[in-house]
Structures are given as structure tokens and as C-alpha cells.
Nanobody, 124 residues
Framework: QVQLVESGGGLVQSGDSLRLSCQVS????????MAWFRQDPGKEREFVAA????????LTAVPLKGRFTISRDNAKNTVDLQMNSLKVEDTAVYLC?????????????????WGQGTQVTVSS
């Protein structure tokens, strides 16, 4: 059974940093591209960042480049999202996603496995 469990969310102030982590089990992690998405209630799920199975390449949503960084540790089966200079508009549930191939995509439909999400709230 594949499980993706996110952690690290919370309430922070504008300008703060936060690091999210996703622990993955039941998946051949080193062969799986991983990604982070986010979702506000009533809005569509939005791509944040993705990383190849080896960690050699990443994709980041253009508006978030320079503030958000995705990374992975294949020895620990974890994928992290470092978020800096947080803004109120970054408030959302952040979800970890995985797919059984090594090349990431930006579409939600490209991911088979999903975590439950972790809430990030940024106050002004």
C-alpha cells in the first residue's frame, strides 16, 4: 500500500520560512518523480514544484521561483519543499504527489499517488 504523509505545515507570519516534508512508503521511491501541489477551498489544485526520480532536475511554478525549492532524499524516501518569504496568498493545503515514472509533469492528472495534505496559513 502506497502512503504519502506530509508534515511541517502550520501558522506563520508573512515573510517567514517553512519547510514541508513528505514521507513516502510502499512505492519504488528512487524510480518515482515527486511533486508538491497546493489547493485553496473552492479553487483548483495548483502545481507548485516537481522533481525527477534522481533529483537531478526540478520544475517550479514560475510565480514561485526564487522562493520555493523542492528537494528529495532517496535514502530516506522523503521529498521536501522549502518555502521562503511566505506571503498571505501562499495560504493553502499543500499536497505531496507521486508517479510511477521518473519524469515529472505539472498536471494533477499525471500523478497517481497523493497525500492528505498539510495546512499552511500565512498571516499578515
Amino acid at each position: 500500500q502506497v502512503q504519502l504523509v506530509e508534515s511541517g505545515g502550520g501558522l506563520v507570519q508573512s515573510g517567514d520560512s517553512l519547510r514541508l516534508s513528505c514521507q513516502v512508503s510502499g512505492l519504488t521511491f528512487s524510480s518515482s518523480a515527486m511533486a508538491w501541489f497546493r489547493q485553496d477551498p473552492g479553487k483548483e489544485r495548483e502545481f507548485v514544484a516537481a522533481i525527477t526520480s534522481s533529483g537531478s532536475a526540478t520544475l517550479t511554478a514560475v510565480p514561485l521561483k526564487g522562493r520555493f525549492t523542492i528537494s528529495r532524499d532517496n535514502a530516506k524516501n522523503t521529498v521536501d519543499l522549502q518555502m521562503n518569504s511566505l506571503k498571505v496568498e501562499d495560504t493553502a493545503v499543500y499536497l505531496c504527489a507521486g508517479r510511477a515514472t521518473g519524469v515529472p509533469v505539472t498536471e494533477t492528472s499525471g500523478y497517481t499517488y497523493w497525500g492528505q495534505g498539510t495546512q499552511v496559513t500565512v498571516s499578515s
